[in-house]
């Protein structure tokens, strides 16, 4: 398949509806816990970190969500220094959702989740809208908006629409 070529694999609705599952699943493995923190990874995981966050806000108002961003540099994580907004150390004993656009071989995830290693959180979880199942290291994730079969030299790519728009996904 030429890489100008796009399908669509999900338009806005359908993100919408994962993100809404997303959201109900986050809570039903949470539903004991009065505060978690929804980390994305910059850019595209901090964006559904706050869209998850809103659909928490309507699921369950009671709940104290946090949102905060990790940055890393995804293609050299060993040798450039991976950053949250907040000190990871707040989150000792809490509940940590790393979340990310799409999971390929499970290297980001991994890196992601460094900050909070040394913090001893409850629970560390990992939520993707896309999981391609390629994976290389021991990292899968929670919760999972789509479960796709890919080649390997396939591209899914999840667009953001200007000024807090639509998501869409495609594969190319």
């Known amino acids: 398949m030429p890489s ?3 399908t669509l694999l999900l338009d806005g609705d359908a993100v919408a509806r994962k993100l809404t599952r997303i959201a109900l699943q986050i809570r039903e493995d949470n539903f004991d816990e009065t505060r978690i923190l929804l980390a994305g990874v910059k850019n595209r995981g901090l964006e559904l970190a706050q869209r998850l966050q809103a659909e928490l806000a309507v699921i369950a108002p009671e709940l104290e969500v946090v949102v905060d961003y990790i940055r890393m540099n995804k293609d050299n994580p060993v040798h450039d220094a991976i ?3 907040m000190d990871p150390m707040l989150w000792k004993d809490e ?3 790393v ?3 799409v999971a ?3 290297k980001t995830l991994l890196w992601a989740l460094k900050p909070f290693m040394q913090t001893v959180p409850r629970k560390l979880q990992c939520a993707v ?4 199942s390629h ?3 021991p990292v899968h994730a929670d919760f999972v908006g789509l479960s796709l079969a890919t080649m390997i ?3 899914v790519q999840v667009v953001i629409a200007p000024n807090g728009g639509a998501l869409t996904v495609y594969l190319r």
Do not use: C, I, N, P
């Open 4 to 6: 100008t070529l796009k």
């Open 83 to 85: 950053t949250t907004g």
């Open 95 to 97: 509940v940590v959702v």
């Open 99 to 101: 979340v990310d656009d």
């Open 104 to 106: 390929h071989s499970g």
């Open 129 to 132: 809208l896309v999981d391609r």
């Open 135 to 137: 994976k290389h290291y």
């Open 153 to 155: 030299q396939e591209q």
